[in-house]
């Protein structure tokens, strides 16, 4: 086995010289866990700011589930995606198994929960700031949603940024759902998994690195967010 | 200033129905009866001070009176119906402590606006007058929660006056400002008066009240203790918990 400096120098030269599958693998992995966490907030925000708004009847179950799906295995997440999407599950003629739509459907089934159990938290302190002005002033229940999300659009930005976080470094579901077929389900953690173990140490630290760097620049944007918002008072 | 509630209703042959009136009105939480038997009328036009020592249900009675608080005995109307969501509609407050949304200036006056379904040009209208009545044309496009105590406050006036309400209830909109920013809130309230809107002002400045004020009410440990008008309350006060109270010295009620 070549040292670790040769490996580490072997993969940075894989980055610089923008090697082709390298670069499909990162726009794969972009592509699956973006559209992943878009449709998770579009689920997910609505979905948290009304249980952070409003009382209703069972919403302490509503509670209770989103919190427990935040803490779903992935695995499992990826097996029951799997068992749908297999030939013989109800969703089999769809023929979605080992595809990026199966991948970004146990994303989203990950993601989801997250996003709206974070929301929640975030919507229901700034309503109890609201409350009453918004009774005062005679707001209405969308208008009141509405200007909630719009109020909180700050800390939602982190919101999803976390959920991309969680999305774009999760191996277990996607590799169970999509496999890792060259140039077509090739995403960077499921990659380095199997690359690692076939001893194809350059590809996997090179695709490790820009994890890493995806991670760096995640929170360099959650402290531009936080500057931003405590700079208007908006915190 | 004119004379109080009870000359125009002796003299005039037919007395202005109340815009509001409570009745027996009771609150109570953590098993206190912190709101105990208040009755008033607030006649259309006039400005209503409330006075009185801290926790002496002031702000209670402000909530109740707004329809944000149910009485757990008694009853309050608003123009003779019952004090509905409709009603609160045509009241605006401005709280103790005023919450602006996390915006511009001008866009939480806008805000204020648009729940009412005021859209439109109508909305930019009354909202360039609002600015520019409040002096905070300069300020329109600062995030409001940047803005000092003083701006803040003269917003909050400002988004409670937009919709021009039949009734202002402001708790203490002064408390905490400088002698300039109190004389633009002065103004403002002045304004609103002339505008046709009734005032309910709580206050604990005697000069104010004064200069704003045609009734007033002395609240004591959530009893009404005096009302009267308010030159004659502040200069001969009858009951004892607003002579104590007027004098600076601290009346504290069942303690021998
Ligand atoms: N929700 C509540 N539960 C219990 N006590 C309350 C509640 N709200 C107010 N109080 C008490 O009622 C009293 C009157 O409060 P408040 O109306 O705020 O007084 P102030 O005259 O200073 O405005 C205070 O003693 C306060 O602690
Ligand atoms: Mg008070």
Known sequence: MESFSAILIEAIGLILSWDADVIEIILLSLRVTLTAVAVSCVIGLPLGAVVGAFRFPLRTGVLVAMNTLMGLPPVVVGLMVYLMLSASGPMGVLGLLYTPTAMIVAQTILVTPIVAALTRQVIEDLNGEYAEQFESLGVGRLDRVLALLWDARYSLLTVALAGFGRAVAEVGAVIIVGGNINHVTRVMTTTIALETSKGNLQLALALGLILLAIAVVVNGLLMAIRGTAARAAYV | ?256
């Open chain 2, 1 to 256: 200033m004119s004379e109080p509630a009870i000359d125009i209703r002796a003299h005039s042959a037919v007395a202005p129905q109340p815009l509001m009136s409570a009745r027996g009105v009771c609150f109570d939480a953590g098993g206190q009866r912190l709101i105990d038997g208040v009755d008033l009328d607030v006649l259309p036009g006039r400005c209503t001070v409330i006075m009185g020592a801290n926790g002496s249900g002031k702000s209670l009675l402000l909530r109740l009176l707004h329809g944000l608080l149910t009485p757990s005995e008694g009853s309050i109307a608003w123009r003779g119906r019952p004090l509905d969501r409709a009603a609160r509609r045509e009241q605006a407050m401005v709280f103790q402590r005023p919450v602006m949304l996390r915006r511009s200036v001008a866009a939480n006056l806008r805000f204020a606006l648009s729940v009412r379904g005021v859209r439109g040009p109508e909305r930019k209208t009354r909202e360039a007058e609002t600015l520019t009545l409040a002096r905070l044309d300069g300020l329109k496009d600062r995030p409001a929660r940047v803005l000092s105590g003083g701006e803040q406050q003269r917003l909050a006036m400002a988004r409670a006056m937009i919709s021009a309400p039949k009734l202002l209830l402001l708790d203490e909109p002064t408390a905490s400002l400088d002698p300039a920013s109190t004389l633009a809130i002065e103004n403002l309230i002045a304004q609103a008066r002339e505008s046709g809107a009734t005032i309910i002002l709580v206050t604990h400045d005697a000069g104010q009240a004064r200069r704003l004020g045609d009734d007033l009410i002395f609240l004591h440990g959530g009893r009404i203790a005096e009302t009267g008008p308010v030159v004659r309350v502040l200069d001969a006060p009858r009951s004892k918990a607003a002579q104590a109270w007027l004098s600076g010295r601290l009346f504290v009620p069942n303690n021998p």
